[in-house]
Structures are given as structure tokens and as C-alpha cells.
């Protein structure tokens, strides 16, 4: 009898740091995040994903009481904040805003990326998808996309149009324009949508191929003419700039989209508590009217949804790469 009972008491006595170790490890998940989070930015200030990355940040911060701190990390086409991502530890204190550029575009442009984004990467929320717009200054001569066409086929290689960089799938929107219309415009590459956008105003390019966001503001004040966006609907925040395929070119469909990832290997419960703070601000009123007011459209997903996205994406856009002839070094 006292042999069981002693043994009962051991039992117990070892079982005790078992049952504390549970409920400490689950205390910590419950208390996720219990320091700031840094949000990569894998661009400079002010194009459209800075923009859109620090309004989630605010939102984020001002909604749950989290600390969400944006951190730019821009160059290459974005893939140099995409790989520091991926290589951070998988706790879901780094976090990223990717989109379709550096996710599934240039790892079929570049020969050699420090990061699979299907592999090092766990997608946890989709934000948002935006068309992509040729503007022009409004004091060009280019009224029309039709005016660009002609002035191309008359003097190849002369038009030119500046994008955020090489390997964004603004770059590759030019490019399969160029395609579409059979012209040959030459692409000006910057390190960013700022640098794009101040040279297009000064009229150094004719032309800049842009995510909305980017160049919203410029054409609200009336310094920049729309003369098409290239997604397959008009854009909620551009109702009276046509389509690309509106204009003869059928079929046209070029858009981009933003979402938060982290590295592969962070906690699940992490990915669900991040993906359900992200959604619930996209379901708010006020948050989709913020959204649509930079250009963008507002879209949620479940983690799966947003991971399946990627997947068919990345490989969608190993074509569109190939078939282009792009590469960068």
C-alpha cells in the first residue's frame, strides 16, 4: 500500500513540470505579440506598397493595442527585403508585406535568389489586389494610349516609361503592352516608385507604368493624365480611365496584390492570430474606404486560400517571364 502510494506521489511530483511547461507555452502563445512587430517593407518610402504596408501597420497597432513597426527594406526589385524575411527566425515578430513582384515574378527573372517564396515563405494574409495604370504629365502630348501607340511604330525605341524597377510586374506590364500593341517602347528602371514618379513629373520619361496607389495622388491634384489601366475591370478608384482591353487590346489582364507573409516554420496558432487581425480590419468600413481611397481593392483570404494564390501564381508567371525573354543578373 505504501509503495503504491509512493509511487502514485512520484508520479505526480514528475508529472507537475509537464503540466507547467503546457500552460506555460500556451500562456506565451495566448500573449502573441508580447513585443513589437517589425513589418518589412521591401521597398523605398512612398511607392504603393510602402503606403499600403503602413496603413496595416497603423490599423494593426491602433485596433489590437500591438506595436507594428515598418521597416524599409528596398532594392532589387524588392527581393533583398524578401530574403532578409526569409532568413529571420520564424517566431512572427518579422513579418513581411510581399506582393506579386518579388512573390512570383522575380524568381523566374532572376538567376539566382536567396529565397524560394513558396518554400521559406508561409503566406498568412492577403490585403489587397490593385490594377496597374499608364500615366503620363499632364502636359504631355500623349492624350491618348492610342497617341503612344503611333509615336512608337513611328520611331521604335524612342518612347520610354519608367517602373519601379526591373522584375516588378509593373516592369513586365510595359513589357507585355510593348507585346500586345507590336511596338517597342524602351523601359527606364528606378529603385522604386518615388524616383519613377519624379522624373515622369519633370518629364525626363514620356511615360511611367504604375500601381495605382503610386500614382493616385498626383493624378487626383491633376499632375498626372491616366491613359489606361490594365487590369480586366476599371478601377474602383480611376472609373473614367478605360482598360488596356477596352482600347482593342483583347484579353488584357495585368493586376498585382499584396499580402502579409512569414518565414516557413512559424507557429500556426501565430499565422491563425495574425490572419484573423488582418481580415477583421478588412471587413471594417473604414478600413476598406482607406484601402480603395490609395488605389487598391480590399480582398481577404484564409492563410490556405492566400497560400494556394501563391502557388498557382508562381507558376502562371514562369510563362509570362520565359515568353518574354526577360532576365536580370
Given at each position: ?166 522584375g516588378t510586374t509593373i516592369h513586365l506590364a510595359g513589357e507585355i503592352f510593348n507585346g500586345a500593341a507590336k511596338i517597342k517602347m524602351r523601359h527606364v528602371p528606378y529603385k522604386g516608385s518615388n524616383a519613377a514618379m519624379m522624373d515622369v513629373l519633370a518629364g525626363n520619361v514620356d511615360l511611367m507604368v504604375s500601381s495605382v496607389p503610386s500614382a493616385l495622388a498626383q493624378i487626383k491634384a491633376g499632375k498626372l493624365r491616366p491613359l489606361a489601366v490594365t487590369s480586366a475591370k476599371r ?95
Amino acid at each position: 500500500m505504501i509503495r503504491r502510494k509512493l509511487t502514485r506521489s512520484l508520479a505526480l511530483v514528475l508529472a507537475l513540470p509537464l503540466a507547467f511547461g503546457t500552460v506555460a507555452a500556451q500562456a506565451q502563445t495566448a500573449a502573441y505579440p508580447a513585443k513589437p512587430i517589425r513589418m518589412v517593407v521591401p521597398f523605398p518610402p512612398g511607392g504603393g506598397t510602402d503606403i499600403l504596408a503602413r496603413l496595416v501597420a497603423q490599423k494593426l497597432t491602433e485596433a489590437n493595442h500591438w506595436t507594428v513597426v515598418p521597416d524599409n527594406r528596398g532594392g532589387a526589385g524588392g527581393t533583398i527585403g524578401i530574403a532578409e524575411a526569409a532568413r529571420a527566425a520564424p517566431t512572427g515578430y518579422d513579418i513581411v508585406m510581399g506582393q506579386k513582384d518579388n512573390m512570383v515574378v522575380a524568381p523566374w527573372l532572376y538567376k539566382s535568389l536567396s529565397y524560394n517564396p513558396v518554400k521559406d515563405l508561409t503566406a498568412v494574409a492577403h490585403v489587397a489586389y490593385t490594377p496597374v495604370v499608364i500615366v503620363t504629365q499632364a502636359n504631355s502630348k500623349f492624350k491618348t494610349l492610342d497617341d503612344v501607340v503611333k509615336a512608337a511604330r513611328a520611331a521604335p525605341d524612342t518612347v520610354t516609361y519608367g517602373s519601379p524597377g526591373n522584375g516588378t510586374t509593373i516592369h513586365l506590364a510595359g513589357e507585355i503592352f510593348n507585346g500586345a500593341a507590336k511596338i517597342k517602347m524602351r523601359h527606364v528602371p528606378y529603385k522604386g516608385s518615388n524616383a519613377a514618379m519624379m522624373d515622369v513629373l519633370a518629364g525626363n520619361v514620356d511615360l511611367m507604368v504604375s500601381s495605382v496607389p503610386s500614382a493616385l495622388a498626383q493624378i487626383k491634384a491633376g499632375k498626372l493624365r491616366p491613359l489606361a489601366v490594365t487590369s480586366a475591370k476599371r478601377s474602383t478608384s480611376l472609373p473614367d480611365t478605360p482598360t488596356v482591353a477596352e482600347l482593342g487590346y483583347k484579353d488584357f489582364d495585368v493586376s498585382t496584390w499584396y499580402g502579409i507573409f512569414v518565414p516557413a516554420g512559424t507557429p500556426k496558432d501565430v499565422v491563425a492570430t495574425l490572419n484573423a487581425a488582418v481580415n477583421k480590419l478588412l471587413a471594417t468600413p473604414e478600413m476598406k474606404a482607406a484601402i480603395i481611397a490609395q488605389g487598391a481593392e480590399p480582398q481577404g483570404m484564409t492563410p490556405e486560400q492566400f497560400g494556394t494564390l501563391l502557388k498557382t501564381d508562381y507558376e502562371k508567371w514562369k510563362g509570362i517571364v520565359q515568353a518574354s525573354g526577360a532576365t536580370i543578373e
